[in-house]
């Protein structure tokens, strides 16, 4: 019963580091996302990936890259820290439409 | 610039009360859904339209989903402190997933 699992689920980093956020799901969903969400912005699109193999930009992807490993797992990665990149990040999977969401990492650059 | 909007952006109401929140963009959505989120978990899907026109109840909860599939309400008849919360609504375009900013609803016992 896992659903979407997001590691880690809390993360400071000091400006111009560079980390790695995991996202795996087991539902056999083809289409996976990343979102990052605001105080009074919801959620806004970083990157989507329709299918494994494939990846693409959605609304907000400046200083972020991902890789879509395998069905199953799809990464985030930030490769210099900036204290704008403050967020919660949500990774999803979709049964079209419908989206499933994982526990959020709250991330903190300082 | 929020691709979809919502209105209003916060709603305090006393128990029993209703309340309508409001989803709208100019574009076309293959299907509409509305998610709830709490405090520190991700949103979780509360009811996916897919037809113009289309009214969908869940409990007290009722949702609509505009002619042109652009627009979308949620409707809660006599609110409970349960259905506190973060409502979003999220249009399907293609396989983007848009959300809207958001609707913080505050219901007092």
């Known amino acids: 019963n896992a659903g979407v699992t997001q590691t880690p689920k809390f993360q400071v980093l000091k400006t111009g580091q560079s980390m790695t956020l995991q996202c795996a799901q087991d539902?056999?969903?083809?289409?996976m996302y990343w979102y990052r969400q605001d105080p009074g912005m919801g959620l806004r699109l970083i990157y989507y990936s329709a299918s494994e193999g494939t990846t693409d930009k959605g609304e907000v992807p400046n200083g972020y890259n991902v890789s879509r490993l395998n069905k199953r797992e799809f990464s985030l990665r930030l490769e210099s820290a900036a204290p704008s990149q403050t967020s919660v990040y949500f990774c999803a999977s979709t049964a079209t439409p419908e989206a499933f969401f994982g526990q959020g990492t709250r991330l903190t650059v300082v | 610039t929020q691709l979809l909007e919502q209105s209003p952006q916060f709603l305090s109401i006393q128990e029993g009360e209703n309340l309508t929140v409001y989803c709208n963009s100019s574009?076309?959505?293959?299907?509409l859904q509305w998610y709830r989120q709490e405090p520190g978990e991700g949103p979780v899907l509360l009811v996916t339209?897919?037809?113009?026109?289309e009214v969908k109840k869940l409990k007290r909860l009722t949702f609509q989903f505009g002619d042109a599939r652009k627009d979308s309400s949620l409707h809660i008849t006599a609110a409970q402190p349960g259905d506190t919360g973060l409502y979003l609504c999220a249009g399907a375009s293609d396989y983007k997933l848009s959300f809207g900013a958001g609707t913080t609803v505050t219901v007092r016992a």
């Open positions: 539902m056999n969903h083809n289409s």
């Open positions: 574009s076309v959505f293959s299907s």
């Open positions: 339209v897919v037809t113009g026109g």
